[in-house]
Structure formats: structure tokens, C-alpha cells
């Protein structure tokens, strides 16, 4: 099998990323630092020789990409979707956490256009080869977006209406991340509706739980060094360790298929493995969700190319 971790060099990333390998995946890192990709995929490399039957060889690749740069994620995936010749699990794991308000490089508040929009691209261009695996049988491939129950925090004016609404510089610091946030189990929600219901193919979004990242660093940056030390300090004791908070990632990436489905958790947002449900109202709106949808490849379309989109049905040709 082969999996595309996106912010796989460190965090729950990094965890996911390890543990594939581990266990046999041929493991593609996809991240923003070529430094952080060598020493990831080292730091993964010298830990399997010390693992009990285990060979030591991993198999390991790490792409750079900048995913608030909606260019640089078509780039990457269309490379992917060239020179892979399956993909069984893609982990949309990279992403931005509470921080201040900004724009990424296509003009997009930064958060959303990061954790949303151009993940929303870099599926939908890899999404013709997970079908590609999926008619060649063995497990069903899956697309894991991590997500947070942080989306509770959204505003609740929220509506994904328009470019405008999301560059709104007016908005508590915690809820851009929030909002992106409850984007990612609206989208993936869509995904299912609109793209993968004659698929074999599974779609979950995950909170992983408040763990303890590189990301809780941003808290300093978003709040402020006095503020941001005692929301840290707050939040310290309550953080899973990312080994911890990489179970709910990996158990929707190792579950059988068909145990996933009869569960009924297709489209589902899982808080912990096995365990689906506690999302907001606004989570499961079917207007908000048709508009996230529709947002994302408006802009997606404004900023690149109107045929920066494949068609969500779009399947290559057979792979040997």
C-alpha cells in the first residue's frame, strides 16, 4: 500500500507517517521544509533498524510543498498522480493552528486557504488515482482529513458565502482556525455526497484531540508572549502526546472497509477510534456544506484556471 501524509514530518503527522511505515506502507511526507522532510525520513529510517523483525529498510519519500499557495499544491499532486503507481490512504493532516489573521500567497485568509482550500485542490487531483487502486480490488483506499472539535468555536454568522466573508480581519483569533476547521468535516461530508458514492472509496474526517504539537506554539504568536503562556499553561495538562493523538488517524486508516461502512461511518467525523458523532449543527447543515463545496472550486478557479479541477468523476487509465 502507499500513503500521501500531508504535514508528515512532525506532530500527528510525523506519528502517522512513522507508523505506516512501520508497517510495511510505502509512505509519500508531504510538507512546506525540505530540512524537516531529510530528518524526518532519518529520524524514521534509524528507528526502524532498531525495531524486533523488523529488516530496517522503510520506504520513504518526501515531497515539498507550500499548501497556502494554491499553484505549488497542483504542481506536487499532478507529480504524485504522475509517478505513483497507486494510492491507498491520503492523510490531509498539514495545516495551520490558532494564529493571527493574514493572507496566504492567493490572497485567502491564511488558515482556510491552508487547511481548507488547498487540501480541497490536492484531493481532488490525487482522488482520479485512489480510483485508479480502488478497481484493482484488496482494501478500500480512504481520505483522512484531521479536523478538530475546535469547530464548535466557529462563528455561528458563519456561511462560506463568498472571498469577502472569509478575509473578515475582524474575527477573535480562535475562530479563523475554528471555522477552517468546521470546513474540513463540511467538505468531506460533500465529498461523499457528491463524488464517492459509487465508490469504493472512503472519505472520514478526525479529530485527533488536543495534542501537544509544534502548532500549540502559534498559541504565543496568536495571544501574545503574557497571554500566550498562560493559555499554554492552561492547556498542557489536557494535551495527548502526538503518539496518542495519532490512534483515531491510524485506526480509520487500518479498519477494514467494510467494518467502516456498516459502522456507518462513511462521511463520518470521528473523535476517537471507533467513535463518530458530537459535531455542532453547523457541521452537519446541508446549505453550509453545498456552500464550503462551492467556495473552494469558485476559488480554486478564480485564482488558477478554470481548469485547475478535475472532474470529481475522472478516473486515469489503468496503471501497470
Known sequence: QTAVVTGGTRGIGFEVAKTLAYGGARVIMVSRKLESGRKAMLSISEGAKEMPDHHGAVDLRFMECEFGDLRSVKTVADQLAEEEPRLDILVNNAGIGVAPYGLDNDGIERIFGVNVVGHFLFTNRLLPLMRTTSHRGGPAPRIISVTSNLHQLAPSTTTFSSLEELNNPNLRVDQYYARSKLAVILYIRALVHRSLYNDRILAMSVHPGAVSTDIQLQVHE????????????????????????????????????????????????????????????????????????????????????????????????YKA
Open 222 to 317: 496568536a495571544f501574545g508572549p503574557i497571554l500566550g503562556r498562560v493559555v499554554t499553561a492552561l492547556q498542557t495538562p489536557l494535551l495527548r502526546a502526538p503518539d496518542e493523538g495519532s490512534l483515531g488517524v491510524l485506526w480509520a486508516a487500518a479498519t477494514p472497509g467494510d467494518e467502516l461502512v456498516n459502522r456507518g461511518l462513511q462521511g463520518a467525523y470521528i473523535t476517537d477510534p471507533g467513535k463518530a458523532g458530537g459535531q455542532t449543527e453547523l457541521a452537519t447543515d446541508p446549505q453550509l456544506e453545498e456552500n464550503v463545496w462551492s467556495l473552494c472550486e469558485r476559488l480554486i478557479r478564480e485564482k488558477i484556471g478554470d481548469d485547475a479541477l478535475l472532474d470529481w468523476a475522472s478516473t486515469f487509465k
